[in-house]
């Protein structure tokens, strides 16, 4: 089909695979197929690729957006056979191999999906989610940061005690890994911080709250972590809801299971993602989660040249009956490993399938605190030692050396001076804009 705006990508001649989304996954199966003889296609809605697990520093001013983000044209200047294009696919036609984007069609010979999550408001209607915060996005953690800025700048204009309080207040929705360090991180920045910023505040009565609907914070680790995920960060001054559903947020007030409610202008969710599914599968391939569900070859359900990797993928077997989680490991496993067989399938080869190599799992929880769960929960750390791994690894996966450098130089300059340099409100943010 002959379409009239097209992404204008040249003829080269190869059999053409398009990946939607640079993130992760997108960037290890372009990384796999360098010498492929196809033509690569990268399309992402973004020029850059984001290091989500970091984005909470950004929020709390602690890493400036640059050094999380790195160009998706610079990443892939070193595979001869990629093309990049930013765009965002709107719809896929499966029909006639073909994808559409806010910028024109493109045609495909082999597609994958590595088009990440999304948050999940889960039933909260959208006049209520629309007042809430979320941390998907560089954006996201930017207007975090000035938004909770700007409270603080409105709490020392009003004498109004009680709004004064609801403004300093901040409550994170969601005990997981982002719930738990965002909240950390806000208990420092309390503790430290924000008293030496606003010495007219008294932030004995700001308050940190945490929700968590279950009974244990990080919910996918260990007990043992979850025990001391709890110490730590009721030592950073949280206070922490367990078996508490947040049922409803209006005017600035969070409405709980328990009858209680909170007032905290600043309402953070983190408790849910969902995949990014895009228009035009059919229905045979929706899974749980707005996911897609793909073989163990990462094949999408009732297509032969549709292929899905990372968190939109839902890859049911005995040992993982949910899919795999939504975590940066499984995404580049899925992403290097279907590069390879994409090769062997064009060389007539038998394909392997895909095994998840647990490399374990950690959450930071803030200074000199974090957990760690080693593969098979064969061991577990806690304290500095832990605190000190979730550094070395959160640094060394970063891409590019330059991010890597700026990261771990201001790890270091927060560290002895107990001072974030980032507290800035650089483009202020309204509620419900969008
Ligand atoms: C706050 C936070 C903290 C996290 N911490 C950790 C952690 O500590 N450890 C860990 O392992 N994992 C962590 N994760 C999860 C991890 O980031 C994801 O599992 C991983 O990024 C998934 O990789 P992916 O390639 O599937 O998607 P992503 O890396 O999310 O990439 C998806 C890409 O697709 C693009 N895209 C989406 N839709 C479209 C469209 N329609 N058109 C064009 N482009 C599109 C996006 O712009 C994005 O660049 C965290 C996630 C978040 C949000």
């Known amino acids: 089909m002959v379409h009239e705006k097209d992404l204008k990508i040249p003829n080269t001649g190869q059999k053409r695979l398009v990946v939607i989304g640079g993130g992760f996954g997108g960037l290890e199966i372009s990384n796999a197929l360098k010498k492929a003889d196809l033509q690569v296609v990268v399309i992402d809605k973004h020029n850059?690729?984001?290091?989500?697990?970091l984005l909470y520093q950004v929020a709390t001013g602690g890493l400036e957006p640059g050094?999380?983000?790195?160009?998706l044209r610079r990443a892939l200047r070193s595979i001869p056979n990629a093309i990049f294009r930013m765009a965002e696919v709107i719809q896929i036609s499966p029909e006639d191999n073909s994808i559409e984007t806010n910028n024109g069609?493109?045609?495909?010979?082999?597609l994958v999906l590595a088009v990440g999550s999304k948050t999940n408001f889960f039933s909260f209607k959208p006049e209520e989610s629309s007042q809430m915060m979320q941390l998907k996005s560089v954006t996201n953690a930017l207007d975090m940061r000035s938004f909770i800025l700007q409270n603080y700048e409105k709490a020392l204009l009003t004498s109004d005690e009680l709004e004064k309080e609801s403004l300093m207040n901040v409550a994170v929705v969601g005990g997981g890994p982002t719930g738990v360090e965002l909240a950390g991180a806000l208990g420092e920045m309390k503790n430290h911080i924000l008293p030496k910023d606003y010495p007219e505040l008294d932030f004995r009565k700001m308050q940190v709250h945490l929700f968590e609907a279950s009974s244990?914070?990080?919910?996918?680790?260990?007990?043992?972590?979850?025990?001391r995920s709890l110490k730590y960060i009721k030592g950073f001054g949280v206070n922490v809801w367990l078996d508490t559903f947040v049922t409803g947020?209006?005017?600035g007030v969070l409405s709980l299971n328990n009858g209680k409610s909170i007032s905290a202008q600043t309402m953070i969710w983190t408790a849910g993602v969902m995949g990014a599914r895009i228009d035009g599968l059919g229905t045979q391939c929706h899974g749980p989660a707005n996911r897609v569900l793909v073989d163990e070859m990462n094949k999408v359900t009732g297509y032969e040249n549709i292929f899905a990797i990372g968190d939109i993928a839902c890859m049911v077997s005995e040992n993982f009956p949910k899919g795999h989680a939504m975590v940066a490991p499984a995404a580049m496993q899925q992403g290097k490993l279907l590069g390879e067989n994409i090769i062997k399938m064009m060389n007539g080869k038998p394909l392997k399938p895909f095994?998840?190599?647990d490399k374990g799992s950690m959450a930071t929880?803030?200074?000199?605190?974090?957990?760690?769960?080693?593969?098979?929960?064969?061991?577990?750390?806690?304290?500095?030692?832990?605190?000190?791994?979730?550094?070395?690894?959160?640094?060394?996966?970063?891409?590019?050396?330059r991010n890597k450098l700026i990261v771990m130089v201001g790890w270091l300059y927060?560290?002895?001076?107990?001072?974030?340099?980032?507290?800035?409100?650089?483009?202020p943010f309204k509620k419900g804009k969008g």
Not at 48 to 53: I, V
Not at 216 to 227: F, K, Q, T, Y
Not at 418 to 427: A, G, N, S, V, W
């Open 48 to 53: 850059y690729l984001t290091f989500q697990p």
């Open 67 to 71: 050094s999380i983000a790195y160009p």
């Open 105 to 110: 069609w493109l045609s495909y010979d082999y």
């Open 216 to 227: 244990r914070l990080l919910g996918a680790m260990s007990p043992i972590s979850s025990d």
């Open 249 to 251: 947020y209006k005017d």
């Open 355 to 357: 095994e998840y190599f």
């Open 365 to 401: 929880v803030g200074r000199n605190k974090a957990v760690v769960d080693f593969p098979g929960n064969k061991g577990h750390l806690g304290g500095f030692i832990a605190w000190l791994a979730w550094m070395f690894v959160h640094a060394i996966t970063l891409v590019g050396f």
């Open 414 to 427: 927060n560290y002895f001076n107990y001072d974030q340099t980032l507290r800035l409100i650089i483009r």
